[in-house]
């Protein structure tokens, strides 16, 4: 098992909690300052993209979610 934690919050942000890499799509990484906990934006109206800044509050964000199963992977051709 893994030593990150992924919390989906209800009508909130995605909590990590672990020593993680944040980085763009050009590799570069997203100077965390030192955190093991931060909250990843999901409603879209942060002003701080991709972290949260409690946005999700003002805006109404809606998004109630509970744990499930995946199914397996499609094999690749």
Do not use: W
């Not at 098992?1 to 919390?7: A, E, F, R």
């Not at 701080?48 to 979610?65: A, E, I």
């Amino acid at each position: 098992m893994s030593d990150i934690k992924v919390t989906v919050v209800n009508n909130g942000p995605l909590l990590i909690d672990g020593e993680v890499q944040i980085v763009d799509q050009e590799g570069k990484s997203y100077g965390l300052g030192g955190r093991t906990k931060i909250g990843l934006c999901r409603c879209g109206a942060s002003e701080r993209k991709p972290f949260c800044d409690g946005s999700h509050k003002k805006s109404n964000f809606q998004s109630l979610v509970q744990a499930h199963e995946l199914p397996p992977p499609q094999p690749k051709p």
